[in-house]
Each structure stands twice: as structure tokens, then as C-alpha cells.
């Protein structure tokens, strides 16, 4: 019996970030790119649309930022994992970050294929800032 794909919805104003998140999607056995926004408003009208399995979540956007638009998804779709990507490096994250209800950070320039195997396999063991 074959698996259903992870449903993955990609959250980032920059461009660059969506398209390198999309390529390095398409390189992760077993996970697929169901929808983008460019910020946090978008991203609680797409996620309460699509109902994904796991988001990646820019922190820093216009509109609503990552922290706020995790804290309405984990609240309002609690089996959709959040994890949080930007280019703080741990200790320089917002404080919020951690109380947010993302299951984990991850530096962007660490976003692998690997990377997200990882964490979606240990997504109910890792701490947040795995």
C-alpha cells in the first residue's frame, strides 16, 4: 500500500526562498508543494483551504508575520505542522518564536531535502529548535 505525500504549503515574501523551497521539495522523497503565499494572511487563507500536513513558515513578512500566523493554524488545524524558517541564527530569534507552536526551526540555508525528512519524521520527539 503506497503512502499518501505530505502535503507542503511554502510561506515567504522572498521569491528566491519559494523557489529554492519548491526545488529542494521536489528533490524529498514522499512530499509534495500544494500552494505558496507570500505572508501570513495568505498563508491562514490557503492552510485553512488546502489543510496541509506540514508548513514552512518564513518568520519576518509584511501583512502578518510567521510567529502570529503559526500561533492561528496550530490553534484552528492542530495536525498541521508548522516549522519555522529564517535566517536568525538560534540564539538571535524572537522570543515568541518558541511559544509560537512551530515544531521546530530551521535556518534556511539548512533546508534540505534531508533536513525535512528529519523533521517530519520526528515531529513529535523534536524540541523547537531542533
Request: overall charge negative; glycine content about 6%; hydrophobic content about 45%.
Amino acid at each position: 500500500m503506497a503512502d499518501t505525500a505530505v502535503s507542503v504549503v511554502v510561506v515567504d515574501d522572498q521569491a528566491p526562498f519559494r523557489l529554492a523551497a519548491r526545488a529542494v521539495l521536489r528533490r524529498t522523497e514522499g512530499f509534495e508543494l500544494v500552494g505558496e503565499a507570500e505572508n501570513g494572511l495568505e498563508a491562514l487563507t490557503l492552510v485553512n483551504t488546502l489543510k496541509p500536513d506540514l508548513v514552512l513558515m518564513d518568520i519576518n513578512m509584511p501583512e502578518m508575520g510567521g510567529i502570529e500566523a503559526t500561533r492561528h493554524i496550530v490553534t484552528d488545524l492542530p495536525d498541521t505542522v508548522v516549522i519555522l524558517c529564517s535566517t536568525y541564527g538560534v540564539n538571535d530569534l524572537p522570543a515568541e518564536a518558541a511559544t509560537s507552536g512551530a515544531k521546530a526551526y530551521v535556518h534556511k540555508e539548512q533546508l534540505s531535502a534531508k533536513t525535512i525528512r528529519r523533521l517530519w519524521d520526528e515531529r513529535d520527539a523534536i524540541g523547537f529548535a531542533s
